[in-house]
């Protein structure tokens, strides 16, 4: 059986949009270990993710692959003749949407994920651990070292003028310590240590900070400028959606990190004042699948995998489709993350963290 149990009667309920969402997200199987079939418990049974039908998702790799040998297409799918230097893939339902198979070399994803762990998440970019914690530095190599986050007595950390502490909203001060520390020894004193902290890192923004509670960019919130190396990528990228002359111009960025069982539901990205111009989204790490749906949920959506490497484009009327992540691969089979693994077989971090992770930067011209 594929899929998740539900009764017809939730299904009739759900958008196409939300059927789609539950029929490619991860569910286990249920636990056999209680079953009548064994006298004892077997604990070490591990979670089996239920099967999947994936026949329907489109394999921009295959697609690419098949129409280079002998030029035949999926039926939905057209390729873009616009002189750019690799293969560009459109949907003939939906205009605006461009999908780049494979766009990045292995040492330019490396050196994005390197970025995407090591400078992007630093202050004064925002992370969704902002709002517990305040800002915070050096989360990867803190993780890498062991250290431990600890929330301060305010009074000391105030005469403590040369550590490295942050304060949150609510004034309480929050410091990396040494796993081993006498801060530690306060059995009270609430801390958490940086792997989890890594493990949890949902979201980092680059360039203009979206202020997610109000929805809206925040041009007041203090930021530095997309780096350079970046905005030159994405203009390149972004070539193929761009009216002929004009350039893209890369002023916000959304690192969107994900580990098994993360989603992110089906959205638009509305907050941008000109949607004519693209979002360059590039996929990093394990590989995904990616729900392109219509301007209503109710819209029957695309469902297409989505490669370390791949960058997709969403510009003029697909930036009114709905659109999300339900699903990302972890297991050696599906991750396909083979030549990250070998790249990456002396950083071995890097190498654990993105055996379990995909990292998505989307990068927008917000005005
Ligand atoms: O992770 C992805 O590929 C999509 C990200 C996305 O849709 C977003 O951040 O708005």
């Known amino acids: 059986m594929y899929g998740p149990d539900r009764s017809a009667a939730d299904e009739v309920e759900w958008t196409a949009f939300r059927r789609a969402e539950k029929k490619y997200k991860l569910y286990y199987d249920k636990d056999s270990r209680n079953s009548k079939k064994f006298d004892k418990p077997i604990p070490l049974r591990k979670k089996q993710p239920k099967k999947v039908d994936l026949s329907e998702v489109l394999d921009f790799k295959e697609i690419l692959e098949s129409y280079s040998k002998s030029s035949e ?12 230097d690799r293969p560009v893939f459109c949907l003939k339902t939906r205009p605006g949407f461009y999908f780049i198979p494979g766009a990045l070399s292995v040492e330019e994803q490396c050196k994005w994920i390197r970025e995407s762990l090591t400078s992007f998440p630093q202050p004064p970019n925002r992370t969704n651990h902002n709002a517990r914690y305040g800002p915070i530095h050096d989360l990867f190599i803190s993780a890498k070292d062991q250290k431990v986050l600890v929330v301060e007595d305010n009074s000391l950390a105030q005469l403590d003028s040369e550590s490295d502490a942050c304060r949150n909203g609510d004034a309480k001060t929050w410091k990396f310590y040494e796993q081993h520390t006498a801060a530690l020894g306060d059995k009270s004193c609430k801390s958490i240590s940086a792997s989890k902290l890594l493990r949890k890192l949902r979201w980092s923004t680059l360039g203009l900070q979206f202020d997610w509670s109000k929805r809206n960019y925040d041009v007041s ?10 905005s030159q990528l994405a203009k390149g990228m972004a070539t193929p959606a761009m009216p002929p002359g004009e350039e893209f111009k890369p002023e916000a960025a959304i690192v969107n ?7 992110l539901g089906g959205h638009l990205d509305d907050m941008e004042a000109d949607w004519s111009k693209p979002i360059v989204s590039m996929s990093l790490g394990c590989k995904a699948i990616f729900l392109l749906g ?15 490497g791949d960058i997709v484009l969403m510009a003029g009327e697909a930036r009114e489709c709905f659109h999300g992540v339900p699903r990302i691969f972890t297991d050696k089979e599906n991750a396909e993350i083979m030549p990250l693994e070998v790249h990456f077989s002396r950083e071995i971090d890097f190498l654990e963290y993105i055996r379990s992770s995909r990292i998505n930067i989307n990068i927008r011209q917000v005005f």
Do not use: W
């Open 73 to 84: 297409l999926h039926p939905e799918v057209v390729p873009l003749q616009c002189g750019f």
């Open 221 to 230: 919130l203090p930021h530095n400028k997309i780096p350079d190396s970046l």
């Open 257 to 263: 990190y994900f580990g098994l069982g993360d989603t």
């Open 294 to 308: 219509g301007k209503s949920r109710e819209d029957e959506p695309f469902a297409m995998f989505l490669r370390s």
